[in-house]
């Protein structure tokens, strides 16, 4: 199977019911040091390499949900760029890999990102929507949906039209239904600054 195929399957499949939204208990002081948590994360991603899943594409993911939160009450924007960073670190190939969202998933306890001021909460849906992301479902959560309509968002880069429907969000339905261009972001100290990083 195709790494073209394989995503078109992920998005294809049926929604399953929408997550249970958390939408408190957001850490609002905690800052990402992402350049520091990108330290950690590059020795240990299978995908690093890759054209389509690598970190080029991370930042895309972070760049387009930044972007998608502004206009989602309730989205932790930390939890995006977490959920960028980490959701297809853990990916081996560009073919079928569902199993990679749980060793995304599995980042998120495993690189004591508690020590960056994430709240247990913050954790939660880090690791719901890395687990998750791989279902080709949709989520009533806006900080869930966020990262996976950025993440779908982004399917242009394989061809792919991104559609309304396997959007979980207005903003990304808006974003989709107009076929919207998102600015190309190269740096992650840029995106940093956006969840008020150094
Ligand atoms: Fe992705």
């Given amino acids: 199977m195709s ?3 394989s995503i078109r399957t992920a998005a294809d499949k049926p929604s399953t019911p929408a997550v249970a939204g958390s939408g408190n208990g957001l850490n609002a002081g905690a800052f990402l040091d992402i350049e520091e948590i990108l330290r950690r994360v590059r020795p240990v991603s299978t995908s690093l390499a890759s054209a389509f899943h690598g970190e080029d594409h991370w930042r895309e993911v972070a760049s387009i949900g930044l972007d998608l939160a502004q206009s989602t009450p309730g989205c932790d924007e930390i939890v995006v760029l977490l959920f960028a960073v980490l959701h297809d670190a853990r990916r081996i190939g560009d073919d079928h ?3 990679h969202g ?4 599995a980042l998120v306890r495993s690189l004591g990102l508690r020590q960056f001021g994430l709240g247990e909460t913050q954790l939660a849906l880090a690791e719901t929507a890395c687990r998750d992301h791989t ?3 949709l ?3 806006p900080t869930i949906g966020t ?3 950025a ?6 880069r394989v061809g792919i039209e991104p559609a309304a429907r396997y959007m979980s969000t207005p903003s990304g339905r808006a974003a989709a239904a107009s076929g919207r261009r998102f600015a190309r972001v190269t740096e992650w ?10």
Wanted: aromatic fraction near 6%; glycine fraction near 20%.
């Fill in 135 to 137: 279902g080709g479902g």
């Fill in 97 to 99: 890999d569902p199993p």
């Fill in 3 to 5: 790494w073209r195929r």
């Fill in 102 to 105: 749980g060793r995304g998933a």
């Fill in 147 to 149: 990262c996976w309509d």
């Fill in 151 to 156: 993440d779908r968002l982004t399917l242009r």
């Fill in 139 to 141: 989520s009533a959560d």
């Fill in 189 to 198: 100290s840029a995106l940093a600054r956006r969840v008020g990083g150094p």
